[in-house]
T-cell receptor
Framework: GAGVSQSPSNKVTEKGKDVELRCDPI?????LYWYRQSLGQGLEFLIY????????KSGLPSDRFSAERTGGSVSTLTIQRTQQEDSAVYLC???????????FGDGTRLSIL | AQKITQTQPGMFVQEKEAVTLDCTYD???????LFWYKQPSSGEMIFLIY??????QNATEGRYSLNFQKARKSANLVISASQLGDSAMYFC?????????????FGAGTRLFVKA
């Protein structure tokens, strides 16, 4: 069956540009997470969607970051006015329910020049 | 305050020996879950094992077992009979209940090197 799909797999852009990262979770999974992983580091929580509840945005590092999840399925993470420190791998994960193991996508490697 | 602490940035183990990767956590929520994930050099995150806070027995999955000591708030991962393919980053994670908003937080990880 299909796993979590993220696109693009790689994104190179200039400082100051806006970027959109997409995540297609596993069908039927109610929970969706975004994480950021810098080189050699752990996973930094960004945002969490659970069903129709208001998302937990407590991990977003600044107001340049936003995310939405349409129809309880696909999610888009948007970074406005990108900075060099935004360079990282952005990982999306989904789980059947909040207390179930997460299934991760392959990530989007974002490089800001 | 760190909610998940992995104190071993790197570990070495001889092939076929057992190794314990440490994880301590901090929560006041009575309902929580603990997870371990493996991240090989290829980058994908692989779920290994889960322990619920109310589970009476330690979780086991094949060569993986979780040494859950609730009073000490520790959830160490034990890998028995290490294999070369076990070389990877290992992350401990905690999902809190209501007080933590149900989100999952990851530790900084431990890089395991298995020697032939």
């Amino acid at each position: 069956g299909a796993g979590v799909s993220q696109s693009p797999s790689n994104k190179v852009t200039e400082k100051g540009k806006d970027v959109e990262l997409r995540c297609d979770p596993i069908s039927g999974h109610t929970a969706l997470y975004w994480y950021r992983q810098s080189l050699g580091q752990g996973l930094e929580f960004l945002i969490y969607f659970q069903g129709n509840s208001a998302p937990d945005k407590s991990g977003l590092p600044s107001d340049r970051f936003s995310a939405e999840r349409t129809g309880g399925s696909v999610s888009t993470l948007t970074i406005q006015r990108t900075q060099q420190e935004d360079s990282a791998v952005y990982l999306c994960a989904s789980s059947l329910e909040y207390n179930q193991p997460q299934h991760f996508g392959d990530g989007t490697r974002l490089s800001i020049l | 305050a760190q909610k998940i602490t992995q104190t071993q940035p790197g570990m070495f183990v001889q092939e076929k020996e057992a190794v314990t990767l440490d994880c301590t956590y901090d929560t006041s929520d009575p309902s929580y879950g603990l997870f371990w994930y493996k991240q090989p050099s290829s980058g994908e995150m692989i779920f290994l094992i889960y322990q619920g806070s109310y589970d009476q027995q330690n979780a086991t999955e094949g060569r993986y077992s979780l040494n859950f000591q609730k009073a000490r708030k520790s959830a160490n991962l034990v890998i028995s009979a290490s294999q070369l393919g076990d070389s990877a980053m290992y992350f401990c994670a905690m999902r809190e209940g209501n007080t933590g908003g149900f989100k999952t937080i990851f530790g900084a990880g431990t890089r395991l090197f298995v020697k032939a």
